[in-house]
């Protein structure tokens, strides 16, 4: 199987998250930057790994909620849609 055109790091993480690691375990400090969980994001979405996909969710909205960002933090990435939450 070849993932050409996704960040590495993010089909790593999907991997991890496979194998029943934390998928986000290989991060500097353990921490994922937004820009990072996104593109794992993409990945888990395009694969259809619900599970994943809920881990990186909550895991966005969890810095979105600790931390001040607006829709303009993030350049119309998809995870942008989750600030709706706290936007309106």
């Known amino acids: 199987m070849e993932l050409r055109g996704y960040d590495p790091e993010a089909v790593m993480g ?3 998250h496979i194998y029943w690691h934390p998928y986000d375990e290989f991060a500097p400090g353990g921490v ?3 820009q990072q969980h996104a593109l794992t994001l993409v990945v888990a979405e395009k694969y259809q790994i619900t599970g994943l996909q809920a881990v990186i969710c909550n895991k966005i909205k969890s810095r979105i909620a600790s931390e001040d960002y607006n829709q303009d933090d993030f350049g ?3 995870a942008s ?3 709706r939450d706290k936007t309106g």
């Open 32 to 34: 994922h930057s937004l």
């Open 76 to 78: 119309g990435s998809r």
């Open 14 to 16: 999907m991997v991890h």
């Open 81 to 83: 849609c989750l600030l």
